[in-house]
């Protein structure tokens, strides 16, 4: 009896090991095509070279493929568009569309993280602010 149980706990196990390798295979494969986008809109008073400092190491570490968004610095009458595809990093002054969100204070960030990790967004707010 007993070299019997040992028999059926053996091939179930083995089954279990491939189950859970092709699941995980599956899982692998749809986590590379749909990358989770979240928002991340603070009021906080940031330094443009902080964030350039700050995002490159940012996004390597939390899997961020994608950042994009828009930044107020304090005395600055233009928002800072931020776009990142990768670890490269672009940034330039623009006007803000109407409907855009602003912060109240003047300093703050509205900005899109996509990426592997479904709570990047938090993460990088958890960052924020740099002091200036």
């Known amino acids: 009896d007993h070299h ?3 028999h059926d706990h053996h091939d ?5 090991d491939h189950h859970d390798h092709h699941d995980h295979h599956d899982h692998h494969d749809h986590t590379h095509v749909e990358a989770v986008s979240g928002l991340l809109r603070m009021e906080c008073s940031v330094s443009r070279e902080a964030l350039e400092q700050l995002l ?4 390597a570490r939390n899997q961020v493929v994608r950042l994009k968004g828009r930044v ?3 005395g600055k009458a233009l928002p800072l ?3 990142m595809v990768g670890p490269r990093l672009e940034s330039w002054f623009e006007a ?3 409907q855009a969100w602003r912060p109240d204070s003047g ?8 990426g592997f990790v479904a709570d990047a967004a938090d993460r990088l707010g958890e960052l924020l602010p740099v002091p200036a």
């Open 4 to 6: 019997h149980d040992h």
């Open 107 to 114: 300093a703050g960030l509205d900005l899109v993280v996509i």
């Open 72 to 74: 107020w610095l304090p």
């Open 12 to 16: 179930h196990h083995d089954h279990h």
């Open 96 to 98: 803000a569309p109407d």
């Open 81 to 83: 568009q931020l776009q």
């Open 56 to 59: 490159p190491d940012f996004v």
